[in-house]
T-cell receptor
């Protein structure tokens, strides 16, 4: 077990709607990242939060946003959902933002946009 | 920017046979290298990682990987596969920044 939990595990949304995915990191892990994994592909980095501030962002539009809370939980919000947003969304936590730290992944949230 | 190539999309191996999965990376300095495994419908589990030092890295479940700087490779090996090793395997590279870059993955099928 990685100690990283995500919710919900599966959900279906309609194009144009908004979605919030949640993650609970390991206790003490002040760095959380979110990845999108489309079917048949490797995970793609969305963004990282360090001590509640965005610390880096991948090639995703602003309608993808996030929050990190002091209790080691975090959220990924996606507005104006598009069909291509259908994917597995993975939360990853690490002790701090130092490169090379072991990154622990949750089991993901499957999002289907119809 | 760093990148990873996994040349083999799908590998089929007999139970008990050896397995080698290829990974090539692109990065200008010494990278941090990882292998993850993903079972169907599951998240990613870390098999092993290379940061520095000994270029032969031992991981969980009997896997090992060798970092070869001259070839920009980090191939994963297992001497004898079990049916439970059937899964998707991802190589990833991290650098001095904040993200991991993953390859497209290799699907491993184990036949009896």
């Amino acid at each position: 077990e990685t100690g990283v939990t995500q919710s919900p595990t599966h959900l279906i949304k309609t194009r144009g709607q908004q979605v919030t995915l949640r993650c609970s990191s390991q206790s003490g892990h002040n760095t959380v990242s979110w990845y999108q994994q489309a079917l048949g592909q490797g995970p793609q980095f969305i963004f990282q939060y360090y001590r509640e501030e965005e610390n880096g962002r991948g090639n995703f539009p602003p309608r993808f946003s996030g929050l990190q809370f002091p209790n080691y939980s975090s959220e990924l919000n996606v507005n104006a959902l598009e069909l291509d947003d259908s994917a597995l969304y993975l939360c990853a936590s690490q002790l701090d933002r130092k490169a090379g730290n072991t990154i622990y992944f949750g089991e993901g949230s499957w999002l289907t946009v119809v | 920017a760093q990148s990873v190539t996994q040349p083999d999309i799908h590998i089929t191996v007999s139970e008990g046979a050896s397995l080698e999965l290829r990974c090539n990376y692109s990065y200008g300095a010494t990278p941090y290298l990882f292998w993850y495994v993903q079972s169907p419908g599951q998240g990613l589990q870390l098999l092993l990682k290379y940061f520095s030092g000994d270029t032969l890295v031992q991981g969980i479940k009997g896997f090992e990987a060798e970092f070869k700087r001259s070839q920009s490779s980090f191939n994963l090996r297992k001497p004898s596969v079990h049916w439970s090793d059937a899964a998707e395997y991802f190589c990833a590279v991290g650098a001095g920044d904040y993200k991991l870059s993953f390859g497209a993955g290799t699907t491993v099928t184990v036949r009896a």
